[in-house]
């Protein structure tokens, strides 16, 4: 808690647009470079595959030989179910969900791991997850200042082109300013999919970065001396290794060294190279900001900030801020916070109905990071497509997702509820996983690359970040603030 204020990261909101930014709205767009929108991925699968509850055994088949009739009847149970109440009993759905683990034969680790929530124990203390060897400089970069001071990232500024000159300097006069950074943003291409891009100075910008990220100097120094620092999601899914090489297509393509696997802990951002590749990817220079205010009231900060930019320059919270009497909870928990009722209702019975049948129809079709339908999937663009067939809008990524409806207790857990889940020791607040709750201790999920999407035991587990139930109107304004 600072300052009476309770504060949830929420993360950058980013969107992918075609050549021009809109007029100032609380959105953020990252311009994209050469080209716009996700890499062309085709995969081929079933949809409609038989249930699927892994059995606990590492590289075994998780899906019996097909039966169309009985998955049928197993899908018209679960769907049965929604809009009748939780069964009785506090903690009903972690009883059910202990009941379905011990029925396919795993503990409670392997449950997690097949889930894709497991940590191993072998990452060790937080500041250690972060991973960086030094590599021989493709260019001199500047020398890296060490870590001083952390700075919570509040705030973030993006326009399409360089911002003009005054625009910092009367930004950081503003009341409850503490810290500003200038920075380069675009969305370039990297091993043939796009992904949010920074060009940063490495000395200023580490200290808005993700506490373990901030302190790891040789990861800097590789991002000061021409490397690329990868967030350990994207790195740990494309099995990329520390020390091979990327190619990132932009004004030029260049082939760079990955000096580091961590996450800066801002949504949607997964490469961050200096200021000078950026330079060189043709990425608009400075014409980002981040802002830290930790004791100001961002709505208010926002609006003041606006009438500094040109119009096609946007500003949005990084943070979810909530009022002083909202409900308490821990940094990095899910759920919507100084929301009531009126917010809601949640899905009817026919959303729910309809988002759970969509969802279900995808068993079977593969995992692809940053795959969002309709034939391949990562764990929020299964979300985001399964909800788009029952009418509701969504944002893209899982902390975003997260801000979609209140947090809700496991006793009260229904069918179509999500999960979040933590996943990345880089960023250990860090919400990057989310599920489907099905019932019946089931949970719906694209796991990981190499797997596919698959109906496993609800997780309820240390890296459990929370349920939400989903408000059409919150997740609208969500997706919209963030431009999906």
Known sequence: MRDGARRLRAGLWIAVVVGVVAAFSPRVVVPTLPGSGSASMHAHGTAGAPLTI?????????????????????????????????????????????????????????????????????????????????????????????????????????????????????IRKLAGVTAVNALDAARIKVNGGYVAMLGVNPSTFREFAAKPTAKST?????????????????????????????????????????????????????????????????????????????????SKLMRKVAHLLPKDASVAPLVAQAAERGLPVSAGSAGAIAISSSDGPGLTVAQTRAFLTAALSRVGLPYVWGGSGPNVFDCSGLVQWSMRQAGIVMPRVAVDQAQTGPRIPLADLEPGDLLFYHTDPTAPTYISHVAIYLGRGLMLQAPEPGENVEIVPAVFGAGFAGAVRVYPRVAAAVAGNLAG
Not at 95 to 115: D, K, Y
Request: avoid cysteine; hydrophobic fraction near 45%; charged fraction near 10%.
């Open 218 to 298: 040789t990861l800097w120094r590789n991002v000061s001396d021409g490397g690329i620092a990868i967030s350990y999601l994207m790195g740990h899914q494309e099995k990329l290794s520390l020390g091979g090489t990327v190619s990132a297509v932009g004004a030029q393509t260049e082939q760079l060294q990955i000096g580091g696997f961590g996450t800066v802990g801002i949504s949607g951002v997964d490469a961050v190279v200096s200021d000078s590749v950026a330079r060189s990817l043709g990425i608009p220079s400075a014409n980002a900001i981040v802002i830290s205010a930790p004791h100001a009231r961002l």
């Open 54 to 170: 892994a059995n606990g055994t590492q590289g075994a088949p998780k899906t019996a030989a097909p039966d169309t009739a009985a998955t049928a009847r197993q899908y018209a149970a679960m769907l049965s179910d929604v809009g009748r109440p939780p069964s009785a009993g506090a903690g009903s759905a972690v009883a059910e969900a202990t009941a379905a683990r011990l029925q396919s034969g795993q503990t409670e680790a392997v449950a997690e791991q097949q889930a894709g929530v497991f940590l191993p124990a072998s990452y060790g203390p937080v500041t250690s997850a972060v991973s960086a060897v030094r590599l021989p400089a493709r260019a001199a970069g500047s020398p890296v200042a060490p870590l001083r001071a952390l700075h919570p990232a509040d705030l973030l500024v993006v326009a399409p082109q360089t911002l003009p000159t005054g625009v910092l300097p009367a």
